[in-house]
């Protein structure tokens, strides 16, 4: 199966009859980009999301002509940042990178976000990448089937670690312990990199992650990936077990990571921002970089994206009722 086919099934279903957000109705202010382009990540540097947001800022610089200069606003699950854009100039020289949880998720665990997540403009996806059980050596644990029973054994004791509340990290965990009927302590971080840096010390048992941001520390022995929540092997760690062939086939979950503009940013603007992305996803230089990641280069165009956001809303959505997950 080609690329192009493989993102098609990642991105669908598509809503082709979805309509258009008015904002990629209106006329343009004038040129895009006309000064340096600010990408705000809702979480701190060193994660996945962070790194994602690196690779393509790093290859949009010389497309564009213009600086593209990552910030970092975290918390709050990603909440922060989202609503640093949602507040800024429509005129695309802000943008979002971010995994599902501001754009399809924080909605159902959030009384108040600071914003409207239906109101930003789905611009397409960089990445998506397979979601790993994850342990410290130190604990012994080396499968599923282990780390079932040691839950098992331990009801309200083990901890594991998230990337924040509401992100897919968080939701894993929440889907883990709804398949296997396990209760563990939830333990939320202000993004991957410190969660896995206290998985690393042992002040946490587990976390739920992708493969990307994880890689290294696996790599180093620092920490140990038993299954993946996926249906292949990731072929960076291919003797890891998928969860189908650990006997729990129900576990399926993957991080993403999107870009989106502000509400209202103009069509025109819209268009310059998704044709840089999408030149920058078709470089082999990026896609071999995010493939040493762990993750897959998607893309999509702005309808495809809105409506595969759309989809994942309905997903998680589901989920969280289902698992009566809340904000802790």
Known sequence: ?????????????????????????????????????????????GGSNDISARIAADHLRPIWGQPVVVENISGAGGNIGAAAVARAEPDGHTLLVTPAGPLSINQFL???????????????VLCKTPNVAIVSPASGIRTLGELI?????????MTFASQGVGTTSHLTGALFQDLTGTKLVHVPYRGEAPALTDIVGGRVDMIFSNVTGALAQHQAGRVRMIVVADTERAPEIPDVPTAAEAGLPEFQSYAWFGAAAPPGTPAAA??????????????????????????????????????????????WGALVRRANVSVE
């Open 1 to 45: 199966m080609d690329s192009i086919a493989r993102r098609r099934m990642f991105l669908l279903p598509l809503a082709a009859s979805l309509p258009a957000r008015a904002a990629l109705a209106q006329p343009a202010a004038g040129p895009f980009p006309s000064r340096p382009v600010r990408v705000v990540v809702p979480f701190p540097a």
């Open 110 to 124: 959030f009384r108040n976000l600071g914003y409207d997540p239906e109101g930003f403009v789905p611009v397409t």
């Open 149 to 157: 029973a040691r839950a098992k054994e331990r009801p309200d004791s």
């Open 270 to 315: 819209v268009s310059r921002i998704a044709a840089g992305f999408a030149q920058v996803l078709r470089d082999p230089e990026v896609q071999r970089r995010f493939r040493e990641l762990g993750a897959t280069t998607v893309g999509g165009t702005p309808e495809e994206t809105a409506a595969f956001v759309v989809a994942e809303r309905a997903r």
